[in-house]
Structures are given as structure tokens and as C-alpha cells.
């Protein structure tokens, strides 16, 4: 193989990468996708939840806002007894 050939290989396969999978898809529906990706980026860069209250509260309140709740609730689920 030439390094030119793997050079192509590894950009192919990076275009394959950049397409968003299932999980992203969901989110973008949610019309939450950047204050998710901000909420991840937050717990990635400080490991820690509690540093992200901003980032939660955001989320939240876009979740809310696009009625995500009444959009993802289960149907035909009895959960009277909980």
C-alpha cells in the first residue's frame, strides 16, 4: 500500500466518522444538540457534574422548551404502582 493510498483510506474513513450516528441523531430531534454537546464537553473537561450546573440548567430549560418531555414520555405504561 503507498502512502498516498492510506492517506486516502484515513480520509474516507474520517468522512465515514464526521456523519452523526443514532445518539446524535436522537439529540438533534430534541433541538438540544448544542447545549448537550455542552454539557458533555463540560463533564469531559472537568470530570465532575457539579462543575457543570450552567451547562444542566441550559439543557434543561431547552428540553423543557421544546416539550421533549411530553414528545419521549413511555405509552401504554402503568406506573400507578411506583
Do not use: Y
Request: net charge negative; glycine share 4%.
Amino acid at each position: 500500500m503507498s502512502v498516498e493510498n492510506g492517506s486516502e483510506k484515513r480520509n474516507a474513513e474520517e468522512a465515514i466518522d464526521d456523519e452523526p450516528d443514532e445518539w446524535d441523531k436522537r439529540i438533534i430531534k430534541t433541538g438540544c444538540h448544542e447545549e448537550n454537546m455542552k454539557l458533555l464537553l463540560c463533564h469531559a473537561d472537568t470530570n465532575d457534574w457539579r462543575k457543570c450546573v450552567a451547562e444542566m440548567k441550559a439543557f434543561r430549560e431547552c428540553w423543557d422548551n421544546n416539550q421533549n418531555n411530553k414528545r419521549t414520555q413511555t405509552k401504554d405504561n402503568d406506573l400507578s404502582g411506583f
